[in-house]
């Protein structure tokens, strides 16, 4: 089982998750340690990496903040669900 990825409906479990987010913030601890012109080097390659085109992300950052800024009191009734 050891360095074997587990799912269950789609999502990882336990050990696989565990090693994911390990991963995870050793990748981010290396960003840190970056110099800031290669940190923003790779700010500007991320979407290339993953797979994504840049005026999407963008355009998905812009929708999130959006969404989390229109907290109405009308929405308080679905905080409970």
């Keep these: 089982m050891y360095g074997r990825i587990l799912y269950a409906g789609g999502r990882k479990t336990g050990y696989a998750q565990s090693m994911a987010m390990s991963k995870l913030q050793e990748i981010e601890k290396a960003i840190e340690l970056l110099p800031l012109a290669d940190q923003l080097r790779l700010y500007c390659d991320i979407p290339h990496l993953i797979g994504r085109d840049r005026e999407d992300l963008e355009w998905q950052r812009l929708a999130i ?17």
């Design 65 to 81: 903040e959006e969404f989390f800024k229109d907290d109405s009191p009308d929405d308080a009734v679905y905080d409970s669900i």
